[in-house]
């Protein structure tokens, strides 16, 4: 399965979800997530994160996301290190790939 | 995935045991065609009380409520039960992923086509020689053969990335890297494993777990290959040998905290190489679901309290092994709260020299015809220790 997202690089520009073989279980520290297809597995390590990545299909783009999430603007580093890596690792993908 | 605020760090969390395993193993069946002379299970016959295939299924609903993730399917020979494949998609069609674990007896090339389509199942061969002698010592005649055949339809049929599962003995710890080619022959990933003195292992453990000196070169193997090579976080308790970190994986016993195993009769043991009554936190049937053993037993409420360093507290290594595989030093006679048999820094040699009683075994199914490992024979276990953390780091 290609999800087609460029190598390495991670445009929060762009509108970005869970790719469709990734299972998410909430857990009292954040949530698990684990992916059918590559078999791996990841940790989103707070609430607030799940929260945005629950959130990111709704939005245009991931900084929208974070915003309704509660994550102001300049404090969204974090949190789009964090997706990045996600997305790295197939977990996301962006909607125009699918 | 790191996150700003301070969070407990992952490993203390798994510490304190997740209200659903990560992933498990299910024994589907005791019986085997092979008796292998390590076998974790003792396997060989069929037990009469195994579970029915509309009780495996209520277990796979249970597990698909719980959103555990997936399965490590193994036994006995999980194929040889005639509602395998039905088992095999009922669990995937409720998004429960399967692993299973095969000596290859049934992997034809109907079977790997069949394999080859699906997304959600993915296949481990034991093979515990990179030859047929290394192997058929271990494994019984004809099973190197066997193996290569299941490789050979499987990768014929184009399914991708079949894991080759090798347990580490005295005889084959020389062939790793012939290991890792026979893997790439096939387009296939190499999965290495701690000999465990579990089941029949116990009694094969003395004369085939690797010494001090092959401990470091799989040490040094290991660590040279990284990632590319998966382990089952087996071998946290040689992490002391280098850098902390230098070793792929994690360092926690992940029994009844966040794996454990479910056998053929429905019994919940707190891990794959652990089923002995001094592990069994209840059974399915009998103790009201899955569900409940997992978050309420005794047993599994007391390995998710601290554990004590014991003996090992002055040890500077304490951090990195956590006093070793709480399995391995149960089957050997050593105390719980001691060095591990196989210690890196040399304190489970004078351990094992001395008076030690070691546990009978309380589950037993081989067949009494088994095979008997006679002198010096180069032989391989499967699997992974207490702190073993399913098949991938999550970190």
């Known amino acids: 399965m290609n999800t087609g997202t460029s190598q390495g690089s991670f445009d929060p520009d762009r509108r970005w979800r869970l790719h469709p073989q990734v299972a998410v279980r909430p857990e009292p520290f954040g949530a698990l997530l684990y992916h059918f297809g590559t078999r791996k597995l990841s940790f989103l390590k707070n609430r607030t994160i799940v929260e945005v990545v629950n959130l990111l299909a709704d939005h245009p783009d991931v900084r929208s996301a974070c915003r309704a999430a509660g994550v102001d603007d300049d404090a969204q580093g974090p949190y789009l290190h964090a997706l990045g890596v996600l997305a790295q690792s197939k977990m996301l993908v962006a909607e125009e790939d699918q | ?395």
């Open chain 2, 1 to 395: 995935m790191t996150v700003t605020a301070p969070v407990p760090r992952l490993v203390d969390q798994f510490e304190r045991g997740l209200d659903a395993p990560i992933c498990l193993t299910w024994e589907l069946t005791y019986a085997c065609n092979l008796s292998c002379v390590h076998c974790l299970s003792s396997s060989g016959k069929r037990d009469p009380r195994e579970l029915s295939t509309q009780q495996c299924k209520d277990i796979i609903d249970e597990l698909e409520r719980m959103q555990v993730f997936y399965v490590n399917i193994g036994g006995g020979e999980p194929t040889v039960r005639s509602d395998f494949w039905e088992l095999v998609d009922y669990a995937t069609e409720h998004h429960v992923g399967v692993k299973f674990s095969t000596n290859g007896v049934r992997i034809t090339p109907e079977v790997a086509a069949k394999l080859a389509a699906s997304d959600y199942v993915d296949v481990q061969i034991s093979l515990d020689g990179a030859t047929a002698e290394v192997n058929d010592a271990v494994r019984g005649p004809g099973s190197f053969a066997m193996a290569v055949r299941a490789l050979e339809n499987l990768r014929d049929a184009g399914f991708g990335d079949a894991k080759i599962s090798v347990v580490v003995t005295r005889h084959n710890v020389d062939q790793l890297d012939d290991f890792k080619e026979l893997a790439d022959r096939y387009g296939a990933t190499l999965r290495i494993t701690r000999l465990r003195p579990s089941g029949r292992g116990a009694d094969v453990w003395d004369e085939l777990h690797p010494t001090p000196a092959q401990q470091v070169q799989l040490y040094d193997w290991l660590v040279a290959h990284g990632e590319g090579v998966l382990t089952g976080d087996s071998f946290f308790h040689l992490s002391g040998l280098g850098e902390p970190g230098a070793l792929a994986g994690l360092n926690l016993c992940g029994a009844g905290r966040v794996v454990c195993l479910i056998d053929p009769v429905g019994d919940v043991y707190a891990c794959p190489f652990a089923i002995h009554e001094n592990f069994l936190a209840g059974n399915i049937l009998s103790d009201n679901g899955f569900q409940n053993i997992w978050q309420n037993s005794e047993l599994f409420r007391d390995l998710r309290e601290p554990q004590s360093a014991g003996a090992c507290g002055s040890c500077g290594h304490y951090d990195s092994c956590r006093g070793g595989c709480m399995a391995a030093k149960f089957f050997t006679g050593l105390p719980m709260d001691g060095p591990d048999p196989e210690c890196v820094e040399g304190y489970g040699e004078p351990a094992l020299a001395r008076e030690r009683d070691k546990p009978k075994p309380s589950v037993d199914h081989s067949r009494s015809a088994g095979r008997k490992a006679s002198g010096p024979v180069p032989l391989t276990l499967l699997s992974a220790p207490p702190k073993k953390f399913c098949n991938e780091s999550p970190v």
